[in-house]
Antibody, heavy 121, light 108 residues
Framework: EVQLVETGGGLIQPGGSLRLSCAAS????????MSWVRQAPGKGLVWVSI???????YYADSVKGRFTISRDTSKNTLYLQMNSLRAEDTAVYYC???????????????WGQGTMVTVSS | EIVMTQSPATLSVSPGERATLSCRAS??????LAWYQQKPGQAPRLLIY???SRATGIPARFSGSGSGTEFTLTISSLQSEDFAVYYC??????????FGGGTKVEIK
């Protein structure tokens, strides 16, 4: 079964750091484009970062220089290292990818269940 | 950055009726447009990609149309499980990938 499971969310003080994990099963993270998408409470979806199968990485301007996306092929897991966290980073963080061969790159047909990150003192 | 604008913000529809949701891009995204459904407490689910192709397992009552800057998602006969929030997303010019603000379809 194709599945993504995020872990690592929690309550963190402003300025702190947190690392999110997204464990994949049923496909290989290094073969896919893998993204992080976040959703603040009661708000819409916002793309955060992507890592290509080539290893190239890209970020939303709002997190550039603070967040780092990476992957561990041996663990088939995607990560998001979040530093210098701000109150406005408070959101549910989803990892997402395309698993079906028909799904075009950039669209997401598989999502994790999400992990909540709360930045507050 | 391409800005995606959805309308209306909220759509009140009776079960069995047709729902028509709109999405506009600030510049042409060709047909590189996806629609997602999200229910409370759940992750989004891909409905449509390529503006008009249904994703695997999506019922035929969901259809998408449009190209360039104007897109429509139509739900032909609303079922109880279709009341949710719907998002469009462009994947033509990225990064960044961008989503619309969402349309909430509620029971009238």
């Amino acid at each position: 079964e194709v599945q993504l499971v995020e872990t690592g969310g929690g309550l963190i003080q402003p300025g702190g750091s947190l690392r999110l994990s997204c464990a994949a099963s049923g496909f290989t993270v290094s073969s896919n484009y893998m993204s992080w998408v976040r959703q603040a409470p009661g708000k819409g979806l916002v793309w955060v970062s992507i890592i290509y199968s080539s290893g190239n990485t890209y970020y939303a301007d709002s997190v550039k220089g603070r967040f780092t996306i990476s992957r561990d092929t041996s663990k088939n897991t995607l990560y998001l290292q979040m530093n210098s966290l701000r109150a406005e980073d408070t959101a549910v963080y989803y990892c997402a990818s395309e698993a079906d061969n028909w799904t075009p790159l950039g669209a997401f047909d598989i999502w994790g269940q999400g992990t909540m990150v709360t930045v507050s003192s | 950055e391409i800005v995606m604008t959805q309308s209306p913000a909220t759509l009140s529809v009776s079960p069995g009726e047709r729902a028509t949701l709109s999405c506009r891009a600030s510049q042409s995204v060709s047909s590189n447009l996806a629609w997602y459904q999200q229910k409370p407490g759940q992750a989004p689910r891909l409905l449509i990609y390529g503006a008009s192709s249904r994703a695997t397992g999506i019922p035929a009552r969901f259809s998408g149309s449009g190209s360039g800057t104007e897109f429509t998602l139509t739900i032909s006969s609303l079922q109880s499980e279709d009341f949710a929030v719907y998002y469009c997303q462009q994947y033509n010019y990225w990064p960044p990938l961008t989503f619309g603000g969402g349309t909430k379809v509620e029971i009238k």
